[in-house]
């Protein structure tokens, strides 16, 4: 999705504000993700991936990707797709 707000990417993620801003501080403390001021509103702050963060999920996606298939293999291609639309649903609130 490339650089985010932190109030976005909670929603997106379907965390509250004060949970996101403890994982993008832990994000941060790794070196995983920069922080800048929003360009139109200064105290809104953009969350983008540093470079390390990068390479950290280009490493880590071949693996995240095995685990779900392994995951939905018992299923159906049908009851995948069932699944993943109400997980989706929960996710919205």
Do not use: C, W, Y
């Amino acid at each position: 999705m490339g650089a985010t707000s932190q109030n976005q990417l909670g929603q997106l993620v379907a965390m509250d504000a004060a949970t996101i801003k403890g994982v993008i501080d832990r994000l941060k403390a790794r070196d995983l993700v920069v922080l800048e001021p929003h360009g139109r509103d200064r105290r809104r702050l953009v969350v983008s991936l540093s470079d390390e963060g990068r390479n950290l999920i280009e490493t880590l996606l071949p693996d995240a990707l095995e685990v779900s298939e392994e995951t939905l293999a018992p299923l159906t291609p049908r009851e995948t797709a069932t699944f993943l639309r109400l997980l989706a649903k929960l996710a919205e609130g």
